[in-house]
């Protein structure tokens, strides 16, 4: 900042954008979650007392909330190792000389780009109870199906998700390899390294820091889950089995009128995200 004020001129709308977007809301919200909060009309006043931590009591006594907790969690477990592997793996082949690439890197980001309401329509068709896919599978389908069973509910919108978000970590994987050096490759080449070795020894650690982004922003896209179960699972069924922590918030803030209750989910997601985006950042320092 000494060597270049003018940033802080630069830097000053994006800043007040971040203020009024996002840490004026966070700030909101832990202070709603300490205190018994409702919804008015405007320019009503109600009381709203300070109650310490009981809709943090009331959150993690709730049975509803910890599965959703643990939902989230096997939706992570599935769908950021796949992104990571996924995209990395379609990039590199799509960085390669080969026909049709122009068609295949704009097929695989056409659903990112797509309405999701319209791509949950092509998911309900094919695993939906008759879709596609049963009918396929036949006597080997699941029973109940996908969408409505409860072991295989949460794993099917985790697969979803991975696939319709594949084209926007695949377009950040191709822009990280440009930045590989061809001299690497050419002098694995030259000590007799196949595809496979090249692969493992030159591209994968030069797209490191590419990697510790997406795997970043797959963990915070993830813990945000709430449209696809929402339209998916009939808001978060079977039994819950498919509920992500801020469906939850929406369910309790805005259906049931309790913000209170909701601004403490909310607060606790975001302190786990953080926790763990923070070991995931500290294992990435350790293995440089």
């Known amino acids: 900042m000494r060597r270049q004020p003018i940033g802080m001129l630069f830097s000053a709308p994006y800043a007040v954008f971040v203020a009024a977007v996002f840490a004026y809301p966070l700030g909101l919200a832990v202070w709603i979650s300490f205190h018994e909060y409702i919804f008015t009309a405007p320019g009503v006043s109600v009381p709203r007392p300070f109650v310490g931590l009981d809709n943090y009591s009331a959150v993690l006594t709730d049975p509803a909330v910890r599965r959703s907790f643990v939902n989230i969690g096997i939706f992570l477990i599935i769908n950021v190792p796949l992104t990571v592997a996924l995209s990395l793996l379609l990039a590199t082949a799509l960085?390669?000389?080969?026909?049709?690439?122009?068609?295949?890197?704009?097929?695989?980001?056409?659903?990112?780009?797509?309405?999701?309401?319209?791509?949950?329509?092509v998911w309900l068709f094919?695993?939906?109870?008759?879709?596609?896919?049963?009918q396929v599978l036949g006597s080997a389908a699941p029973d109940p199906s996908w969408l409505i069973n409860e072991n295989w509910a949460m794993p099917s919108i985790a697969l979803f998700v991975t696939w319709k978000q594949l084209g926007f970590f695949i377009l950040l994987y191709l822009a990280a390899l440009q930045n590989v050096p061809k001299e690497l490759y050419e002098s694995a080449a030259v000590d007799g390294a196949?595809?496979?070795?090249?692969?493992?020894?030159?591209?994968?650690?030069?797209?490191?820091?590419?990697?510790?982004?997406?795997?970043?922003?797959?963990?915070?896209?993830?813990?945000?889950?709430?449209?696809?179960?929402?339209?998916?699972?009939?808001?978060?069924?079977?039994?819950?089995?498919?509920?992500?922590?801020?469906?939850?918030?929406?369910?309790?803030?805005?259906?049931?009128?309790?913000?209170?209750?909701?601004?403490?989910?909310?607060?606790?997601?975001?302190?786990?995200?953080?926790?763990?985006?923070?070991a995931q950042q500290l294992l990435e320092r350790r293995q440089r």
């Open 194 to 278: 196949n595809r496979w070795r090249s692969f493992r020894a030159v591209t994968v650690p030069g797209v490191r820091p590419a990697t510790t982004l997406v795997t970043l922003l797959a963990i915070i896209t993830g813990a945000n889950l709430f449209t696809e179960p929402y339209l998916l699972t009939n808001g978060g069924g079977p039994s819950g089995r498919s509920a992500s922590p801020v469906l939850l918030m929406y369910q309790r803030g805005i259906e049931q009128g309790h913000p209170d209750v909701a601004a403490a989910i909310g607060v606790l997601l975001v302190a786990g995200v953080l926790i763990v985006a923070g």
């Open 95 to 121: 960085n390669s000389a080969v026909r049709g690439r122009t068609f295949f890197r704009t097929s695989f980001y056409l659903p990112y780009v797509a309405a999701s309401v319209a791509v949950v329509g």
């Open 126 to 134: 094919l695993f939906g109870s008759g879709g596609l896919v049963n």
